[in-house]
Protein backbone atom coordinates (compact mmCIF):
# COMPACT_ATOMS: atom_id res chain seq x y z
CA UNK A 1 0.00 0.00 0.00
CA UNK A 2 1.23 3.65 -0.46
CA UNK A 3 0.65 6.55 1.18
CA UNK A 4 -0.62 9.71 -1.02
CA UNK A 5 -0.82 12.83 0.87
CA UNK A 6 -2.31 16.07 -1.13
CA UNK A 7 -1.37 19.63 -1.15
CA UNK A 8 -1.81 23.12 -2.88
CA UNK A 9 -5.89 23.33 -2.84
CA UNK A 10 -7.27 26.57 -2.11
CA UNK A 11 -9.30 29.48 -2.79
CA UNK A 12 -8.37 31.40 -6.29
CA UNK A 13 -10.33 33.47 -8.49
CA UNK A 14 -11.69 32.34 -12.10
CA UNK A 15 -9.03 32.53 -14.69
CA UNK A 16 -6.28 32.23 -11.82
CA UNK A 17 -4.13 29.35 -11.55
CA UNK A 18 -3.15 26.59 -8.76
CA UNK A 19 -0.21 24.03 -8.56
CA UNK A 20 -1.26 20.48 -6.29
CA UNK A 21 1.28 18.29 -5.39
CA UNK A 22 0.76 14.81 -4.30
CA UNK A 23 3.47 12.84 -2.02
CA UNK A 24 3.80 9.28 -1.57
CA UNK A 25 5.49 7.01 0.44
CA UNK A 26 5.62 2.89 1.30
CA UNK A 27 5.99 1.80 -1.71
CA UNK A 28 7.70 1.83 -5.17
CA UNK A 29 6.31 4.63 -6.64
CA UNK A 30 7.25 4.50 -9.99
CA UNK A 31 5.82 1.25 -11.08
CA UNK A 32 2.02 2.58 -10.97
CA UNK A 33 -0.06 4.47 -12.77
CA UNK A 34 -0.91 7.58 -10.95
CA UNK A 35 -4.32 9.93 -11.27
CA UNK A 36 -5.55 13.22 -10.19
CA UNK A 37 -9.57 12.47 -9.10
CA UNK A 38 -12.18 15.43 -8.26
CA UNK A 39 -15.29 15.62 -6.40
CA UNK A 40 -17.69 18.27 -6.05
CA UNK A 41 -21.07 18.24 -3.71
CA UNK A 42 -23.39 15.69 -4.48
CA UNK A 43 -21.67 14.95 -7.33
CA UNK A 44 -19.58 11.43 -8.56
CA UNK A 45 -15.96 11.56 -7.96
CA UNK A 46 -14.15 11.43 -11.74
CA UNK A 47 -11.02 11.59 -13.38
CA UNK A 48 -9.20 14.59 -13.76
CA UNK A 49 -5.92 13.62 -15.43
CA UNK A 50 -3.24 10.31 -15.28
CA UNK A 51 -0.26 9.88 -15.91
CA UNK A 52 1.57 6.54 -16.55
CA UNK A 53 4.57 5.10 -14.35
CA UNK A 54 7.30 7.07 -16.83
CA UNK A 55 5.57 9.99 -17.24
CA UNK A 56 5.64 9.77 -21.12
CA UNK A 57 1.75 8.84 -21.28
CA UNK A 58 -1.20 11.38 -19.85
CA UNK A 59 -4.27 11.37 -19.99
CA UNK A 60 -6.95 13.91 -19.57
CA UNK A 61 -10.69 14.78 -18.81
CA UNK A 62 -12.07 16.52 -21.94
CA UNK A 63 -13.05 19.44 -19.88
CA UNK A 64 -9.62 20.26 -18.36
CA UNK A 65 -7.39 19.30 -21.61
CA UNK A 66 -5.26 22.51 -22.41
CA UNK A 67 -5.63 24.07 -18.93
CA UNK A 68 -4.48 21.50 -16.54
CA UNK A 69 -1.01 19.81 -16.88
CA UNK A 70 0.15 16.31 -14.64
CA UNK A 71 3.61 15.20 -14.50
CA UNK A 72 5.38 13.26 -11.71
CA UNK A 73 9.01 12.86 -10.51
CA UNK A 74 9.86 9.86 -9.52
CA UNK A 75 12.97 11.03 -7.85
CA UNK A 76 11.10 12.60 -5.67
CA UNK A 77 7.97 10.22 -5.05
CA UNK A 78 6.23 13.37 -6.24
CA UNK A 79 3.18 14.20 -8.63
CA UNK A 80 1.76 17.77 -9.93
CA UNK A 81 -1.39 18.97 -11.60
CA UNK A 82 -0.52 22.41 -12.57
CA UNK A 83 -4.22 24.08 -13.02
CA UNK A 84 -4.32 27.14 -15.22
CA UNK A 85 -7.70 28.91 -16.89
CA UNK A 86 -9.62 28.05 -13.53
CA UNK A 87 -13.17 28.02 -13.94
CA UNK A 88 -15.90 28.07 -11.29
CA UNK A 89 -16.98 24.53 -12.45
CA UNK A 90 -13.52 23.35 -11.08
CA UNK A 91 -14.54 23.74 -7.99
CA UNK A 92 -14.34 20.66 -6.11
CA UNK A 93 -12.36 18.26 -4.32
CA UNK A 94 -9.24 17.29 -5.82
CA UNK A 95 -7.72 13.38 -4.96
CA UNK A 96 -4.61 11.70 -5.81
CA UNK A 97 -4.47 8.24 -6.40
CA UNK A 98 -2.23 5.25 -7.40
CA UNK A 99 -3.87 2.34 -9.15
CA UNK A 100 -3.85 -1.14 -8.12
CA UNK A 101 -1.88 -2.89 -10.60
CA UNK A 102 0.85 -2.08 -12.80
CA UNK A 103 -1.29 -3.85 -15.78
CA UNK A 104 -3.76 -0.54 -14.81
CA UNK A 105 -3.79 1.73 -18.45
CA UNK A 106 -2.96 5.27 -18.42
CA UNK A 107 -6.57 6.23 -19.82
CA UNK A 108 -8.43 4.32 -17.63
CA UNK A 109 -11.23 6.70 -16.04
CA UNK A 110 -12.35 4.38 -13.49
CA UNK A 111 -11.89 4.95 -9.43
CA UNK A 112 -12.23 0.97 -8.81
CA UNK A 113 -9.17 0.82 -10.81
CA UNK A 114 -7.04 2.68 -8.07
CA UNK A 115 -6.53 1.47 -4.67
CA UNK A 116 -4.63 4.01 -2.79
CA UNK A 117 -5.95 7.79 -1.95
CA UNK A 118 -5.00 10.94 -0.31
CA UNK A 119 -6.96 12.80 2.09
CA UNK A 120 -8.43 15.47 -0.70
CA UNK A 121 -7.53 19.30 -0.94
CA UNK A 122 -10.72 21.76 -1.61
CA UNK A 123 -10.23 23.72 -4.52
CA UNK A 124 -12.49 26.33 -4.66
CA UNK A 125 -12.66 28.72 -7.93
CA UNK A 126 -14.86 31.84 -7.40
CA UNK A 127 -16.81 33.76 -10.30
Known amino acids: QVQLVESGGGLVQAGGSLRLSCAAS????????MGWFRQAPGKERDIVAAISYGGGSTYYAGSVKGRFTISRDNAKNTMYLQMNSLKPEDTAVYYC????????????????????WGQGTQVTVSS
Open 97 to 116: AASKYASVKVNTTRPSDFGS
Open 26 to 33: GRTFSSYV
